[in-house]
C-alpha cells in the first residue's frame, strides 16, 4: 500500500464518520431518540453499499484502489457496529426487549439482505 493510498482510505473514513454523525443527528431530529433509527438507516444503507462497491470490483469495474477507499474508507467510517451494540444494550437495560430484538437481529438480517442486494447489482446479470 502506498503512503497515498493510505491516507486517501483515512480521509475517506473521517469523510464517512462525519457524514454518519450528520445523518444520525437528522434522522433523531425528526424522529426523536426513543429507537435508534439513525444507526438502522446507517448500517443498511452502508451494508448495501458496500455490497454495490464489492460487486463493481469482483466485476472489474472498479479499481481496487477504489475499492478500499471507498469501502475500507468511507463505508467503514461510515457504518458502525459498536453503537449498534451499545444501542441495543441500552434497550435491554431499558428493559424494551422487543426494540433490542428488533434493532439487534432485524438490523442484522436486514443488513446482510442490503448487502447482498448490493452484491447482486454490482455484479450485474449472470
Do not use: C, K
Request: proline letters at 3%.
Amino acid at each position: 500500500m502506498t503512503p497515498l493510498l493510505f491516507l486517501a482510505i483515512a480521509a475517506a473514513g473521517g469523510a464517512g464518520a462525519a457524514a454518519r454523525f450528520l445523518l444520525d443527528g437528522l434522522v433523531r431530529s425528526r424522529l426523536g431518540d426513543a429507537f435508534p433509527f439513525g444507526t438502522m438507516i446507517i448500517n443498511v444503507s452502508g451494508s448495501l453499499l458496500l455490497g454495490l462497491v464489492t460487486g463493481l470490483a469482483m466485476n472489474h469495474l472498479l479499481a481496487p484502489e477504489w475499492s478500499l477507499v471507498l469501502g475500507a474508507g468511507l463505508l467503514g467510517g461510515y457504518t458502525t457496529f459498536s453503537t449498534a451494540s451499545f444501542e441495543t444494550v441500552r434497550l435491554i437495560q431499558a428493559r424494551r426487549y422487543r426494540a433490542a430484538l428488533l434493532h439487534g437481529i432485524g438490523m442484522l438480517g436486514v443488513s446482510v439482505a442490503a448487502a447482498a442486494l448490493g452484491l447482486w447489482l454490482g455484479l450485474g446479470p449472470g
